[in-house]
C-alpha cells in the first residue's frame, strides 16, 4: 500500500508575457550598439563582433517560443536587459514567497481542505530571493499552517528532490500533509546579453500537496521515488554573499546563469534516461507502458530523447507533455506544471512519471498511479 499521494498541484502564472520576436528585437538592438561602439576593436581583432539572435535560431534550439515574466518592461529596454523588481520592506510578503502564497492558494482549493490539516512546507526552487529567514518559513506564516517549514536547492531538480522529501516526511510519520512550492523568478538570473541562453527561462510558481495515503480521498498514489547527483560544472551559477569578498570583484558573466549546452545534453539524457528505466524496474514496471511523462522543461530536443529512449518508440501525441512553447524553462516548476496541465484524462489505474533533471547534476524520478 502506498504511503503518500499527490493530493492536488496548483499553479501561479505572472501577468506578462514575452514572445521570441520581442527578445529577439531587444537583443538585436544591444548587438548592433555593442558592434558599433567596439567597431575600431573588432576590426583590429581584439574583440570579437556579437551576432544577432532569430526567431527561429530559438525555436530550433529550444522549441521556446514565449514566456511568462514577472517584469517585461525592463526586458524590453537594450540598456537594462533585466527584469525591474524593487525591493519590499521587510514586514511586505516578499515577491518569490507571494507567488508561493498564489500556487498553493490554488492547490488548496482543489484539494478541498483546510491549510490547517497541513503540517510542513517546503519551499524548492533553484534561486532564493535571500538566505534567510527561509522562503518556507514566510510562506508558512502567509498561509497560516503549524508545523515546519525549510527551503531547499537542487536547482532545476528541487521540485522532485521536495516531492521525495514530503514522502518519507509522511513514510515516518513526521506530517500528514506536506505542502511543496516551486516559485521561479529565473529571469532575475538569465544573461539577457547571452546569445546562446537569452531565451531559456520564464517565470513561474507551482505548488504540490503530499499526503498521507489513508487520509486522501482522490488523487495519485506515489508507486516510487528515486534522486540521484553527480557532480558537473557544466551548469553554473556562482552568485552568493561572499561575491563582495572576492578581491577580483563581482561582475563577472558566471554570476549569473551559464551552461555549456552540449556537454549538458550529451552527459543527462543517458543519465537520466537510464535512471528511469532502472526504477520503472524496481518497481515492477514497463517504462513503456507509462500513460504519460510530465519531464522537466529542458529544451524540446532533450525532451523528445528522453521519451524515445524511456518508451523505446516516438512518442505519441500527448504522451511526453511538452509545455516549453508556452513557459519556456521554468526551472524546478516545469514538470509540475506539465503534470498540473495535463493530467485530467487519467482514470484510476492509469501510471505516469514525474521526472526531473538539471544542474549538479541532479535528477528525481516519481511515479505515480491515479487513484
Known amino acids: 500500500m502506498p504511503d503518500a499521494v499527490i493530493a492536488a ?6 501577468p506578462n508575457t514575452l514572445s521570441n520576436a520581442e527578445l529577439v528585437e531587444t537583443f538585436n538592438s544591444y ?6 561602439a567596439n567597431a575600431e576593436a573588432i576590426a583590429a581583432g581584439r574583440i570579437e563582433a556579437l551576432q544577432p539572435s532569430s526567431v527561429e535560431f530559438i525555436e530550433k534550439a529550444s522549441g521556446i517560443k514565449s514566456r511568462f515574466v514577472v517584469d517585461k518592461t525592463g526586458l524590453v529596454d537594450p540598456e537594462l536587459m533585466r527584469p525591474v523588481v524593487p525591493e519590499r520592506p521587510n514586514e511586505a510578503l516578499s515577491v518569490l514567497a507571494e507567488m508561493a502564497v498564489d500556487a498553493a492558494d490554488d492547490a488548496l482549493a482543489r484539494w478541498g481542505k483546510q491549510a490547517s490539516q497541513i503540517d510542513a512546507v517546503i519551499c524548492a526552487c533553484s534561486n ?10 514566510e510562506v508558512q506564516n502567509a498561509l497560516g499552517i503549524d508545523g515546519f ?21 509522511i513514510a515516518t510519520g513526521s506530517a500528514r500533509a506536506v505542502l511543496v512550492v516551486n516559485p521561479e523568478i529565473c529571469s532575475g538570473h538569465l544573461n539577457f546579453r547571452d546569445r546562446d541562453s537569452h531565451f531559456i527561462f520564464g517565470d513561474v510558481a507551482t505548488a504540490v500537496i503530499v499526503e498521507r495515503a489513508d487520509r486522501a480521498a482522490d488523487g495519485w498514489d506515489i508507486l516510487g521515488t528515486r534522486l540521484k547527483t553527480q557532480f558537473s560544472n557544466n551548469i553554473r551559477n556562482n552568485f552568493g554573499f561572499l561575491n563582495r569578498a572576492a578581491p577580483e570583484g563581482a561582475g563577472q558573466k558566471d554570476k549569473l546563469f551559464v551552461q555549456e549546452g552540449r556537454k549538458v545534453f550529451r552527459e543527462v539524457v543517458p543519465m537520466v534516461a537510464e535512471m528511469i528505466v532502472e526504477h520503472a524496474a524496481d518497481l515492477g514496471l514497463d517504462p513503456t507502458t507509462l500513460k504519460r511523462l510530465w519531464l522537466h522543461q529542458a529544451n524540446i ?6 521519451g524515445r529512449r524511456v518508451l523505446g518508440r516516438e512518442p505519441a501525441p500527448g504522451e511526453n507533455v511538452i509545455i516549453l512553447d508556452e513557459y519556456a524553462n521554468t526551472s524546478s516548476a516545469g514538470s509540475i506544471i506539465a503534470f498540473y496541465t495535463a493530467n485530467e484524462d487519467f482514470e484510476r489505474g492509469d501510471t505516469g512519471l514525474i521526472c526531473s533533471f538539471g544542474a549538479g547534476y541532479s535528477a528525481g524520478t516519481v511515479f505515480v498511479r491515479k487513484r
Open 128 to 137: 532564493m530571493q535571500r538566505p534567510y529567514p527561509a522562503m518556507a518559513i
Open 301 to 306: 530536443n532533450m525532451n523528445e530523447s528522453i
Open 31 to 36: 548587438v548592433a550598439r555593442f558592434n558599433a
Open 9 to 14: 498541484t496548483g499553479l501561479y502564472t505572472p
Open 149 to 169: 517549514a525549510f527551503d531547499m536547492n537542487v536547482a532545476c531538480s528541487s521540485a522532485t528532490f521536495g516531492i521525495k522529501t514530503a514522502h518519507d516526511f
